[in-house]
Each structure stands twice: as C-alpha cells, then as structure tokens.
C-alpha cells in the first residue's frame, strides 16, 4: 500500500498535487490542483473521464470547445464563501484564463459523455451543518448523490472549526453493500487558516492491516482507498477539506466504526 500523505509541489509550473489512478491504490478517482497566475491558461481534456473543475480561489474566464461561460469564481480563498464550478464531460477540452490570481482544482473519473457542460454558480451549492459541540462542520455540497449532473463524481467542500472533528464518528464506504454500504475511493485536499496550523487524519481497517495517523498540514492531500478516516483540527486553525469521491455507483452510502457508532446516539445541546 503506498504512502497515504501527499506533500504539495510548489514549483512553478508544476501541478501542485497530479494524483491519478496509474499513480494512486485504485482505479476511479484522479485529482489535480493548480495554480495560475493572471493571464495564464489551464487546458484540460478529459480522455474517457467527466471533470469539475472547483475555483478554490480566484476568477478566470472559462471556455469549453469554444463555448463561453463567462467570468466564473471570485472568492479570495477557500474560507471565503461557496465556490463556482464547471462541469465538463469526456472528450470536451476545457480552457481557464486567470483574471486574477487562482487555485483550481480539477476532480475527474470515467464517464461516457451523456451530459452537457455546466457552470455550477456559488449560488446553486448547497450548505448544511452536521454534528453538534466539537463535532460540528459545515458542508458545501457543490456535486452530491443527489444531484443529476455528473455521471461519478461526487465533489463536496467542508469547513471545520478549529478544535472540531470531522468525518466523525469514523465511517467508512468500502465496500458494494447496498443499499446499506457503497464503494468509493476518496481525497482530502487540505487548507488551514491560518495557513501554519496542522489537522490529524486517520485512516484505518477493521482488521487494522491499514492503519495510518498523519499530520496534516496546508495544501496536503490524503489518500482514502479503503476504511474509515476521521479527521480532527488543531484548535485555533479552521479546517477547509475539499473531498472528491468515485466508485462503481454513484451513491454515497456509509457504514459508521460500530466501536464509536454509540456517539450517534448522545443528545443534543
């Protein structure tokens, strides 16, 4: 099993993280992050594989075969209110022009090309808060199960205070059991504010034959092929993960750590 902490390359020109599945333990999920500077271009054409493409921060002008979506983004970071999107299916060439300084990360898996492209606005991102006391987090549901517009994909962004736990209790989604469990590879890419702090992620079986405690820091990715994988922030940093997920269903259905399942059952404040 490969290492599960994936350290950010910060050379300039390079893909800050290129995680695919030739490079990572599985076969659905790939995972990109990069930078632009304004007036640079990212081209992407996913070959086989749909993309959504989040705007962490930053604006650029947005074009997919020719066709305009405008000037889409505009938050200053992560933290900063909900995101702007594109979706775009196989075989579509993309294009963003930097109109200011940007991060973007491009989630993708395979797909056959049976949906159009599609903007999705800060506007249409749902937002939920999940847990209670110190583990309370708040969601920002840019491509749920729930959503038509993707054919795999599921792309979600969480913001957990600092001091807070989050994915918790532990919960897993390893398996094809459904309708009670379903199978899906997943990334945690990382940022904290401020950008110095730490978060602690652990990701492990129930036989313990993976069982991995990382110290997380700014602009990492985690690996998550198989079991569960809490997540906690140091206190005094708040915790923004950007989670993609893919598997052989497109549904999201998990199955919770039974030795903490009983923190389900406490009241609430």
């Not at 066709?67 to 060439?93: D, E, H, M, N, W």
């Not at 492990?204 to 079991?227: A, I, N, W």
Request: charged share 20%.
């Amino acid at each position: 099993m490969p290492h599960l902490l994936c350290r950010p390359v910060l050379t300039p020109g390079a893909s800050v993280h290129d995680i695919t599945p030739a490079r990572a333990p599985w076969t659905y999920v790939g995972f990109e992050v990069v930078d632009l500077g304004p007036g640079e271009v990212l081209r992407r054409t996913g070959q086989g594989r749909e993309l959504c493409l989040v705007m962490v921060a930053g604006e650029a002008a947005a074009r997919v075969d020719g066709q305009g979506f405008g000037t889409i983004g505009g938050r200053s970071g992560p933290f900063c209110g909900k995101p702007a999107s594109l979706y775009v299916p196989p075989a579509r060439t993309v294009e963003l022009t930097a109109v200011t300084p940007c991060e973007v990360a491009v989630c993708s898996a395979p797909a056959t090309g049976r949906l159009p492209p599609r903007l999705i606005r800060p506007g249409e991102v749902g937002e939920e808060t999940r847990g209670q006391g110190s583990n309370t987090r708040h969601v920002r549901n840019i491509l749920p199960d729930t959503s038509p517009h993707a054919e795999a994909l599921l792309v979600v962004e969480v913001i957990t205070p600092g001091g807070n736990w989050s994915s918790y209790p532990p919960h897993k989604h390893d398996r094809e059991n459904l309708p009670h469990e379903s199978r899906l590879e997943e990334t945690y890419y990382h940022r904290l504010n401020p950008s110095q702090g730490y978060a602690v992620q652990r990701v492990y079986t129930d036989d313990r034959s993976l069982d991995e405690v990382m110290v997380v820091q700014d602009r990492d990715v985690v690996l998550v092929p198989e079991g569960y994988h809490p997540v906690g922030a140091a206190y005094g940093y708040d915790l923004w993960y950007l989670n993609v997920m893919a598997g052989p269903e497109r549904i999201w259905r998990f199955h919770n750590d039974p030795d903490h399942a009983w923190l389900l059952a406490q009241p609430t404040a």
